[in-house]
């Protein structure tokens, strides 16, 4: 069975200052992995995924997360924040064959003007 | 193309009644999953269902709790003789299971519930 750790609970940082939201998972198996983003009162949103290839693998908003296989990591990055990017950040994971996606406890990501 | 949604968006129930909610896939994907989330929590996975067929559900769920996709469509989530345990929002996701999607699934804006 696959398990996600968000070992981050709450991240607070200065507008324009870059943030790295940390992801572990654990899986015996080729996964499938996700970073989605939840905003006040509203439902989940898929913000990037990783299937295959490139390990690399940008949003169009600016963040980016890396695939590390050898340290089961998954971590989110942005360069430069903005007080729009403050929100819950969910890493998830699915093996491969397409089983049931599970998610980590989430970020809290805090953008301090 | 509409996305996941889910119907309805709020209830608050009394104790011991019984609740319904129901969630609409978007329309190609033949996947369907029921998560429940409450506050500061991720999503905690209840079951999800390939087609009409449910294909697991999870073992910390009670007796309760029983969904339904009839005809691979729509579906609905049960839960009898409500707790004010059950309070929560209960998020519906939906996905297409190929190989040019993964597993990426899209979430409706869930249905908030609260026991009194």
């Known amino acids: 069975a696959q398990s996600v750790t968000q070992l981050d609970s709450q991240v607070p940082v200065f507008e324009e200052a870059p943030v790295e939201l940390r992801c572990n998972y654990s899986?015996?198996?080729?996964?499938?992995l996700f970073w989605y983003v939840q905003y006040p009162n509203q439902g989940l949103q898929l913000l990037l995924k990783y299937l295959s290839g490139s390990t690399l693998v940008e949003s169009i908003n600016g963040f980016e997360a890396e695939f590390n296989k050898s340290q089961t990591s998954f971590h989110l990055r942005k360069p430069s924040v903005h007080i729009s990017d403050t929100a819950e950040y969910f890493c998830a994971v699915s093996a491969a064959s397409y089983d049931k996606v599970i998610f980590g406890p989430g970020t809290s990501l805090s953008v301090i003007p | 193309d509409t996305g996941v949604s889910q119907d309805p968006r709020h209830k608050i129930t009394k104790r011991g009644q019984n609740v319904t909610f129901r969630c609409d896939p978007i329309?190609?994907?033949?996947?369907l999953y029921w998560y429940r989330q409450t506050l500061g929590q991720g999503p905690e996975f209840l079951t999800y269902f390939q087609n009409e067929a449910q294909l697991e559900k999870s073992r910390l769920l009670s007796d309760r709790f029983s969904a339904e996709r009839p005809k691979g469509s729509f579906s609905t989530l049960e839960i009898q003789r409500t707790e004010q345990g059950d309070s929560a929002m209960y998020l519906c996701a939906s996905s297409r299971r190929d190989s040019s999607s993964g597993n990426t699934i899209y979430f409706g804006e869930g249905s908030w519930l609260t026991v009194v």
């Open positions: 329309s190609e994907h033949n996947r």
């Open positions: 899986s015996s198996v080729s996964v499938y």
